[in-house]
């Protein structure tokens, strides 16, 4: 797709094969030095397993480990923590689990259990003291780490009325984001006595928000912009005022506004969103198809929109389900897909200028 300044590109570079049925979810390792010199990737899916990825020396992208026979339902969700130690994998089978990479290999080090069925996402906080899982029994759950890898629930929030299909931490603040069927955003902070409440819910009637159910979201990496993403094919870029200069003390966590809709591009339910290091944001879709969008520098009269770099039509034969910057190479793109396989693409081309 011809662009001014260049031509953009997203080539697949490699696939990765091992899970046998589909993949459910993505995560970069953020401090692979843990586990590992390079770029290291988990992938989960409806096989019950979590596979993890190294590149070799040649180049070559090898399954290192599979983690299995923990859960016994679809692994739907995987995270590490800030420090790269930890996986967070969440399962149908209604509980959490907590790997720890030692001695070359993982171990299950802790099992959370609480939620009635389905976990859908779980997400690490920024200091990675605070643990978040949803489900499909309408709540909320936030837990505590405890010295020796053990977890406390600190919170359970239920004001979201349908299954909450994702968690999501701020990447400075303490403030933690659900999306939900019931077609909602909740945005939730502690309000200093430990206590959390929901500050703000976006909604399509207050908000411009979604007219269906919302199904992932993204920040970028300042934290004061969000993109959350629809079964109404939208994506939407969402604004904050709050004072990121005061990550502890900083109010205004109810701020955020509406700033743009991206509507048009997908042609099906928009499963992932991932915003890049370099503000580039990836999707994902029913339709097969991974779009990538830019913020639009040329029209900031009208205030900030973005643009399209690009649309891959079927990257994927199948349902996208997740999309993942690499935060070590930021123009490398990982997406999983109900077609079994994991891609990685290279961004090429000026995408940026």
Known sequence: MAMEGGVAELREAHRLTGHTDRVWSLAWNPSPGAAGAGPVLASCGGDKAVRIWKRAADGSWQCSDVLEDTHNR????????????????????????IWEYSGG????????????????????SASGSLLATCSRDKSVWIWEMQ?????????????????????????????LVSVSYDNSIRVWADDGDDEWHCVQTLTEADNCGHSSTVWALSF?????????????CTL??????????????GGN??????????????????????????????????????CLFTEDKSSMAEGPSYRLILKKEKAHDMDINCVRWCPQDPRMLASASDDGTVKLW????????
């Not at 290999?105 to 690490?124: I, M, P, R, Y």
């Not at 004072?243 to 003390?249: A, C, E, G, H, M």
Request: glycine share 6%; proline share 3%; aromatic share 8%.
């Open 74 to 97: 679809t692994v739907r969700s995987c995270a590490w923590s800030p420090d790269g130690k930890l996986l967070a994998t969440a399962s149908f089978d209604s509980t959490t689990a």
């Open 105 to 124: 290999d993982f171990e299950c080090v802790a099992t959370l259990e609480g939620h009635e069925n389905e976990v859908k996402s779980v997400s690490w």
């Open 147 to 175: 010295p020796g890898n053990d977890f406390e629930c600190v919170a359970v929030l239920q004001r979201h009325t349908q299954d909450v299909k994702m968690v999501q931490w701020h990447p400075i603040l303490d403030v």
């Open 220 to 232: 970028n990496q300042k934290g004061d912009r969000m993109v959350t993403c629809s079964d109404d």
């Open 236 to 249: 939407k870029i969402w604004d904050t005022s709050a004072d990121l200069s005061q990550p502890k003390t």
């Open 253 to 290: 966590h109810e701020s955020w506004q509406h700033l743009s809709t991206l509507t048009g591009y997908h042609g099906r339910t928009i499963f992932s969103a991932y915003w890049s290091s370099e503000d580039i944001i990836a999707s994902g879709a029913g339709d097969d198809a991974i």
């Open 346 to 353: 290279e961004l090429r081309g000026n995408a940026l200028d």
